[in-house]
């Protein structure tokens, strides 16, 4: 990696600019750690296929405004905030809006800033580069805790509601979750931006689930067409845990999500699934990481992708089974439709066994319109946007009848038949 194209001096001034606080010594620690890392570039294996510039060129111009100051907020109640029925946590472009921590019983959540011990930090995680950067120019972050046995009402929504008017905007935004033993909860993470300026949004999310915890965690991507998001989801079991994870890409010109599970308990399960529709210009680069640290743990994965015009998708899903971890189940898959010629996916599951004993599973197709069935749709009286839509619908429906949280199924459903329309409807776009 390389930090030659991102302006270091900006950065170290803007990192000293930040607020003198209990977060200013990890601010320190994580900027002079990124200063020798850097932003990841293509060189980079898991980057190979995923170029940063545009987000480096973004960000130079923002720390050249010397304002690191969260834009704004406040701003209106979005839709889906009264389409869905959860306990919602707002994030504006980096900006919690604390009005909203009143939460049910069981669950308490608090701004890192309002937390007065050093060893309260210890635990966020700044191994990667982008979770540096996260760290480094991190205006507060929000930790949330489920207490033991507790049975969630119903979903805890964190909306990440950004926007960028004139000059460009960069953003952090970072959410600890502590699920203690025995408990059960919802979350939905929610990404929604507007504005004609440029923006880049960088999240880190959290999750330390604790002895025979059940946790399923939807995240909905639907940001504006030239907005730029990376996100970083790190996940620990212990023994007996289940974490089920349900995401959905709808917008955004380059999207990055990172998912690392490490499953540190013995019979702990985890469950990915996506589904990314792709248009004109649009890059989406999904990376998954399964560590089984001990056996038996159980791992399945599902992602599937529908890409029209000149768009180009990643899927990279690597599960480790480390040596001990007998008796493990890990399973990925990861399937595309391609409705153009100029569409490209990159695909590449991956199995690492150090263990006896194990059961695992990996495949990939990639593949265009089954003409045989687009052809009987035709003459059962259907033209061929209809009988396109009926297809991909077909297709999308699997990674929906995989959603768990139910709260949320009629409003993804509405997305997904909305985006399809603008992907088929044009020339692969709006």
């Known amino acids: 990696m390389t930090n030659a194209a991102f302006n270091l001096v900006l950065f170290d001034h803007a990192v000293s600019a930040m607020p003198v606080d209990v977060l200013s010594e990890l601010r320190k620690t994580a900027a002079a750690r ?13 980057w190979r296929y995923t170029n940063m510039a545009r987000a480096i060129s973004l960000s130079n111009d923002w720390l050249a405004n010397a304002d690191v100051s969260p834009h704004p907020t406040t701003g209106p109640a979005r839709s889906i905030q009264s389409a869905i029925d959860a306990h919602w946590i707002v994030i504006r472009n980096g900006g ?3 009005d909203d921590l009143s939460l049910p019983s069981g669950v308490s959540a608090s701004l890192l800033s309002d937390n007065d011990s050093a060893a309260s930090f210890e635990q966020i995680a700044i191994d990667d580069p982008l ?22 009402d119903k979903p805890i929504g964190f909306l990440i509601d950004d926007y960028a008017g004139g000059d460009a905007v960069v953003a952090q935004s970072r959410v600890l979750i502590d699920v203690q033993a025995g408990a059960t909860v919802q979350f939905i993470e929610a990404h929604i931006s507007t504005g004609d300026g440029e923006h880049y949004a960088n999240n880190v999310v959290q999750i330390d689930l604790q002895k025979n915890t059940t946790v399923d965690y939807l995240r909905i991507q639907q940001r504006a067409r030239h907005h730029i998001n990376t996100n970083n989801l790190l996940v620990e079991l212990a023994a007996g845990a289940t974490f089920r994870h349900c995401a959905f890409d709808f917008g955004g010109a380059l999207i990055r999500n990172d998912i690392t599970a490490r499953m540190q308990g013995r019979n702990s399960n985890v469950e990915m699934n996506g589904l990314y529709l792709a248009g004109d210009q649009q890059h989406i680069d999904n990376h998954t990481r399964v560590d089984h640290l001990v056996g038996p743990s159980n791992s399945n994965e599902e992602y599937r992708g529908i890409l029209n015009g000149k768009s180009r998708c990643v899927f990279n899903g690597k599960a480790i089974v480390h040596r001990g971890a007998d008796e493990t189940d890990a399973n990925q898959q990861n399937h595309n439709l391609l409705l153009s010629k100029e569409a490209e996916i990159d695909t590449k599951p991956e199995l690492e066994i150090y263990a006896d004993e194990v ?10 319109l089954d003409e045989t069935a687009l052809f009987y749709l035709r003459t059962r009286g259907l033209d061929l946007d209809e009988a396109t839509r009926l297809i991909t619908r077909a297709f999308a429906a699997k990674i929906l009848s995989l959603l768990t949280v139910d709260a949320a199924h009629e409003y993804v459903s509405g997305a997904i038949d909305e985006r399809l329309d603008d992907l088929i409807g044009g020339s692969g776009d709006e």
């Open 359 to 368: 059961k695992c599973s990996h495949g990939a197709t990639v593949g265009q």
């Open 34 to 46: 990124f200063t020798e890392s850097g932003f990841p570039t293509t060189r980079h294996e898991d």
């Open 131 to 152: 979770a540096q950067l996260n760290a480094a120019l991190l205006i507060d972050g929000l930790k949330v805790s489920i207490a033991p046995g507790s049975i969630v």
């Open 96 to 98: 919690i809006e604390s």
